[in-house]
């Protein structure tokens, strides 16, 4: 089984940095996702970690600690559109196949 | 447009009806699944096909059945619908599972499920 946490609810000014923890407990771990989903849609992908170190993709980075069986997603210069919640995913075996398994998501608000 | 789509969006029903959610994807991808999320946007994964094969069955009572009549469609019929089955239900697709790699989830737009 897997066990996922990340805090339920963050806010944060328009301009600044914000990091996003996930702290995860599983066996066969095999990949880290980030997505994003705004209130109302589908979530979407921003990010993939398989390998310990920091993945930078614009003002988004997230970074992977498997021994430590953490990551997180940083976030820079804000802006409101980045108002949305933050799923990190981990990917692992399940009975011969992979499972890609959610957390409950971090509640990003961003404030002026 | 290449996508994940799903039918109906919003779907409002009388606990004990029968009733089913369509997914398509146009993107080639072997692997679908059905995703569930409740009140709290918890999204739960329910049942993953490749291939038409069914491959992850989560704890998911009998009256969910999932049928994939080939690689781009996974549907889902819902018998005996209770208030508890209320939620967002989200159909998505990667390329093959086992496939070494980031083999992203590409996500359907949702279906909306009220049930009164």
């Known amino acids: 089984g897997q066990n996922i946490d990340q805090p339920t609810e963050m806010t944060a000014t328009e301009g600044a940095i914000v990091q996003i923890n996930c702290t995860y407990q599983?066996?066969?771990?095999?990949?880290l996702f980030w997505y994003q989903q705004h209130a109302g849609e589908a979530p979407t992908f921003l990010s993939y970690?398989?390998?310990?170190g920091l993945e930078e993709k614009g003002r988004f980075s997230s970074f992977l600690s498997r021994s430590k069986g953490y990551s997180y997603l940083l976030l820079k210069e804000l802006q409101m559109k980045d108002s949305a919640s933050y799923l990190c995913?981990?990917?692992?075996?399940?009975?011969?196949?992979?499972?890609?398994?959610f957390g409950t998501g971090t509640k990003l608000q961003v404030i002026p | 447009d290449t996508a994940v789509s799903q039918t109906p969006k919003y779907l409002v029903t009388q606990m004990g009806n029968d009733k089913s959610i369509k997914c398509e994807q146009n993107?080639?991808?072997?692997?679908m699944y059905w995703y569930k999320q409740d009140s709290k946007k918890f999204l739960k994964i329910m049942f993953s096909?490749?291939?038409?094969?069914?491959?992850i069955n989560e704890t998911v009572p009998n009256r969910f059945s999932p049928k994939s009549p080939d690689k781009a469609h996974l549907n889902l019929h819902i018998n005996s619908l209770e208030l508890g089955d209320s939620a967002v239900y989200f159909c998505?697709?990667?390329?093959?599972?086992?496939?070494?790699?980031?083999?992203?989830?590409?996500f359907g737009a949702g279906s909306r499920l009220t049930v009164l």
């Open positions: 998505a697709s990667s390329p093959k599972i086992d496939r070494p790699g980031a083999n992203v989830l590409t």
């Open positions: 599983t066996s066969g771990f095999n990949g």
């Open positions: 970690n398989v390998l310990d």
């Open positions: 995913a981990v990917r692992d075996r399940s009975g011969g196949y992979q499972k890609v398994t």
């Open positions: 993107l080639g991808h072997d692997t």
């Open positions: 096909y490749n291939n038409k094969e069914l491959i």
